[in-house]
């Protein structure tokens, strides 16, 4: 508490009694309320210290008060089975600030290296009131009889990331709490439960299938079917589901209606829906709002974090809690939360207390993957594991919804590999009716494999489609081939790629579904992010070539109400000529198992086309490349125990290779007004973060870096916010068609030297213009 009445302090022992109370209560869904609560009474236990309580007088000197907790839980349970879940707790403690440390390692900073010669002579005796006289039920009631140490290992990192989680949320709660009865922090919102809204979800979500009608046509009927089977088999039991559903099949309400029923009879906490990708998150959460209510939808998939999670250093340990409270943390207590995949997964293995908050508010709910298939390779075997573990020992339900189902059944991947990484148990929890027969009742496409084609080509072919779609696999050939367009004059021309922020691109696929509803001229050029769920029909389209269930879901933007003929609806595949313009490794990699399935198929929508296809890209890919090393991060022994390299897992498990920094654009109204709000410090920062995810643009962070040296990028509020919000500066690099070109900052750069010089002389000019006519009069 800062300023010198001391009486308005906290006392430590009502701290550490109060974190332990709401860490319990974190927990108790999650079985380990016991653990949560001892990590809680012993979290703070080095604040006994003399040196720490000379801090609080205003030494200088820093002071490490996490170290005593950890030693005092191994100290309290020397033999296993507790040891085991010790040494999770004493991870948990020692990271509650910086971050869960490795066990061991040669990196520096492990927990064996700071508990390595600690005294806890050091502290008061007072301290000894804060451990408890007896403890029991550690060791939560898994299923601990896994198939092999490796699982085993996964079962206890996961289990110590949970813990975690209720720790630094319980930490992070209770101070909130005292502040805000210091009157120096404006309370976040609570939310309801999902059990209080399920009520008025459900009436809301029956008045808006009631408002479509009755079925008019067969694709309506299909809609109509899928969805009641998928309402009507949310009474099965918790866990793994799929819905495989073709594009356009209603895969979106039917998900949403599974999950409100099935949260209802089985009494889940809330319902999670991941997304892969930000371009199309705020069209779900817009249905969702429509549906559910405009204040139970929390939509998080903001860049917006501490710009230290990408490291752990020991400064962040001295971090003020007042101080971390300014960061944009999410923890997910919504009823309903959209997401994406990124922030759900990453998540599920950081390390950093940012991050990690949420977890435990994860467990007991219902989630729902959206596009399935587009999960990393690279990270297929962690990822699937994460989700296997939730469903079997955290009362999630998870339903694996896409078109093109991915090859996760256990009974056919065994017949590749007795133990197959990615085995799922999915027998019997498909939630659409019969697959093979809606595939073949959607089918409405005919694919045309053209070869190589140059951007001149392709531009010339599109002078004859006035309505036409074109997808390519990176946002720079996406730019060259719209200024190629434009420079031959073509009509109706728009450009659509993540260079542009959120509300901006759901504005361009407004105005481009009235073109394609009214006739009018309409070509969009675009990058992959319009392929997953992106609501829009168009009578043909160009795909650059990519792996089939990149093909699958482009396909899905053409003819997507069936109102044309099959035959006449084209989708034409294409290699581009321009080496520039080759597909990125991981794409290209998927282009020769699509070659294989087309020689052998003569229908590539079939259920057996797809499978094979992701046999293939699985079998072929080999377990390093799905992401086998990263689960060896984590081993068990019987002798000694569970070994997790958390920080080491963290930085490996990355969906997108070196992140993406976000820069802020407040070229609209509220971005702007979002963006004052940010001096004001009683303001909690997830809040304004929350205002603000549809105004960023994500860019690799050495373009920020330049962006921010050359003056176009600075950081909002900083002495406030620190490195969080970042906001241009120089509009002009904004340009209202194609979006961010961070590339220009250089030539930028000069032009606002030159500007500003031209604009100190005019001034100088104006001075001297002055006095020589004041000195005349």
Same mark, same amino acid.
């Given at each position: 508490m800062e300023g010198e009445d001391r009486s308005a302090w906290e006392p430590l022992a009502g701290h550490l009694a109060a974190v332990a109370r709401r860490a319990a209560d974190f927990a108790r869904p999650l079985q380990i309320e016991q653990l949560a609560a001892l990590c809680g009474a012993l979290h703070d236990l080095g604040k006994f210290s003399s040196a720490f309580q000379a801090r609080l007088q205003g030494s200088p000197e820093r002071v490490d008060h996490s170290t005593a907790g950890a030693k005092a839980v191994l100290d309290l349970f020397p033999h296993q089975p507790e040891s085991f879940v010790a040494w999770l707790a004493a991870q948990a403690i020692a990271g509650h600030h910086a971050g869960l440390p490795d066990r061991r390692g040669s990196d520096g900073g492990t927990l064996e290296e700071r508990l390595e010669g600690f005294r806890m002579e050091g502290l008061d005796p007072a301290f000894r009131a804060a451990l408890p006289e007896r403890v029991c039920g550690l060791l939560p009631p898994f299923d601990w009889n896994a198939p092999d140490p490796s699982r085993g290992a996964f079962r206890f990192a996961m289990l110590g990331r949970m813990l975690f989680s209720c720790l630094v949320d319980a930490d992070f709660k209770e101070t909130e709490r005292f502040y805000e009865r210091a009157g120096q922090r404006q309370k976040d919102r609570?939310?309801?439960?999902?059990?209080?809204?399920?009520?008025?979800?459900?009436?809301?979500?029956?008045?808006?299938?009631? +408002?479509? @009608?009755?079925?008019?046509?067969?694709?309506?009927?299909?809609?109509?079917?899928?969805?009641?089977?998928?309402?009507?088999?949310?009474?099965?039991?918790?866990?793994?589901?799929?819905?495989?559903?073709?594009?356009?099949?209603?895969?979106?309400?039917? +998900?949403?209606?599974?999950?409100?029923?099935?949260?209802?009879?089985?009494?889940?906490?809330?319902? %999670?829906?991941? %997304?892969?990708?930000?371009?199309?998150?705020?069209?779900?959460?817009? %249905?969702f709002r429509e549906v559910l209510g405009s204040d139970l939808v929390l939509e998080h998939h903001s860049a917006i974090e501490d710009e230290e999670t990408g490291s752990f250093r020991a400064a962040d340990s001295q971090r003020s809690m007042k101080?971390?409270?300014?960061?944009?943390?999410?923890?997910?207590?919504?009823?309903?939360?959209?997401?994406?995949?990124?922030?759900?997964?990453? +998540?599920?293995?950081?390390?950093?207390?940012?991050?990690?908050?949420?977890?435990?508010?994860?467990?007991?709910?219902?989630?729902?993957?959206?596009?399935?298939?587009?999960?990393?390779?690279?990270?297929?075997?962690?990822?699937?594991?994460?989700?296997?573990?939730?469903?079997?020992?955290?009362?999630?339900?998870?339903?694996?919804?896409?078109?093109?189902?991915?090859?996760?059944?256990?009974?056919?991947? &065994?017949?590749?590999?007795?133990?197959?990484?990615?085995?799922?148990?999915?027998? @019997?929890?498909?939630?659409?009716?019969?697959?093979?027969?809606?595939?073949?009742?959607?089918?409405?496409?005919?694919?045309?494999?053209?070869?190589?084609?140059?951007?001149?080509?392709?531009?010339?072919?599109?002078?004859?489609?006035?309505?036409?779609?074109?997808?390519?696999?990176?946002?720079?050939?996406?730019?060259?081939?719209?200024?190629?367009?434009?420079?031959? @004059?073509?009509?109706?021309?728009?450009?659509?790629?993540?260079?542009?922020?959120?509300?901006?691109?759901?504005?361009?696929? &407004?105005?481009?579904?009235?073109?394609?509803?009214?006739?009018?001229?309409?070509?969009?050029?675009?990058?992959?992010?319009?392929?997953?769920?992106?609501?829009?029909?168009f009578p043909a389209a160009w795909r650059a070539e990519a792996g089939l269930d990149q093909i699958a879901q482009a396909a899905g933007r053409v003819n997507r109400e069936m109102r044309r003929p099959v035959e006449a609806s084209l989708l034409t595949v294409f290699k581009p000529s321009d080496p520039d313009h080759a597909p990125p490794a991981e794409v290209a990699s998927l282009v020769g198992s699509m070659e294989n399935v087309k020689n052998a198929f003569n229908d590539l929508s079939a259920s057996e086309a797809i499978e094979r296809y992701f046999h293939e890209v699985y079998w072929q890919a080999g377990e390093e490349r799905l992401g086998k090393p990263i689960l060896e991060r984590s081993t068990l022994s019987q002798r000694y125990g569970p070994d997790i390299c958390y920080r080491k897992i963290a930085e490996d498990y990355r969906m997108i290779e070196d992140g993406m920094a976000p820069v802020i654009v407040t070229r609209e109204e509220q971005a702007r007004e979002a963006v004052k709000k940010l001096k004001i410090p009683d303001i909690p920062s997830g809040a304004i973060a929350r205002l603000l995810q549809p105004y960023?643009?994500?860019?690799?962070?050495?373009?920020?870096?330049?962006?921010?040296?050359?003056?176009?990028?600075?950081?909002?509020?900083?002495?406030?916010?620190?490195?969080?919000?970042?906001?241009?500066?120089?509009?002009?690099?904004?340009?209202?068609?194609?979006?961010?070109?961070?590339?220009?900052?250089?030539?930028?750069?000069?032009? +606002?030297?030159?500007?500003?010089? %031209?604009?100190i002389a005019v001034r100088r000019l104006k001075i001297v213009m002055k006095s020589a006519i004041d000195s005349t009069r």
């Open positions: 609570d939310w309801p439960s999902l059990t209080e809204c399920l009520p008025d979800f459900l009436t809301g979500f029956d008045r808006k299938i009631a +408002s479509f @009608g009755g079925p008019s046509t067969e694709i309506a009927r299909l809609r109509a079917e899928i969805l009641a089977t998928a309402r009507e088999r949310a009474a099965m039991p918790p866990g793994l589901f799929t819905l495989n559903v073709p594009t356009g099949g209603g895969k979106t309400l039917a +998900s949403l209606g599974f999950a409100l029923d099935h949260a209802k009879r089985h009494g889940h906490r809330r319902i %999670i829906f991941g %997304i892969p990708f930000t371009s199309i998150i705020d069209q779900t959460a817009a %249905i101080d971390k409270m300014r960061l944009a943390m999410e923890d997910w207590a919504a009823p309903v939360v959209v997401t994406t995949h990124v922030q759900l997964f990453e +998540s599920l293995f950081a390390a950093r207390p940012s991050r990690c908050r949420k977890l435990h508010n994860i467990a007991g709910s219902v989630i729902v993957l959206d596009e399935a298939q587009v999960l990393p390779r690279k990270l297929l075997a962690p990822t699937v594991w994460a989700i296997d573990e939730l469903c079997r020992n955290y009362g999630c339900s998870i339903v694996l919804c896409t078109a093109t189902q991915p090859a996760f059944d256990a009974r056919k991947l &065994k017949e590749l590999k007795p133990d197959h990484l990615l085995a799922l148990d999915l027998e @019997g929890r498909e939630l659409a009716p019969d697959p093979p027969r809606l595939h073949e009742a959607f089918a409405r496409v005919r694919l045309v494999f053209a070869g190589e084609l140059s951007d001149e080509a392709l531009v010339d072919t599109l002078k004859a489609h006035p309505q036409a779609l074109v997808i390519v696999n990176s946002r720079r050939h996406a730019l060259d081939l719209y200024r190629a367009a434009q420079a031959e @004059g073509l009509d109706g021309l728009v450009h659509l790629t993540t260079r542009q922020y959120a509300a901006h691109r759901r504005e361009i696929l &407004k105005d481009v579904r009235e073109h394609l509803r009214d006739g009018r001229p309409c070509r969009l050029i675009a990058t992959s992010l319009i392929e997953a769920g992106v609501d829009v029909d960023i643009v994500s860019v690799p962070p050495k373009a920020r870096a330049l962006l921010q040296a050359n003056g176009h990028v600075a950081f909002a509020q900083l002495e406030v916010r620190g490195e969080q919000f970042a906001v241009l500066r120089t509009e002009s690099l904004y340009d209202t068609e194609v979006g961010l070109l961070w590339e220009n900052h250089d030539y930028l750069a000069m032009e +606002s030297m030159m500007h500003r010089a %031209i604009c």
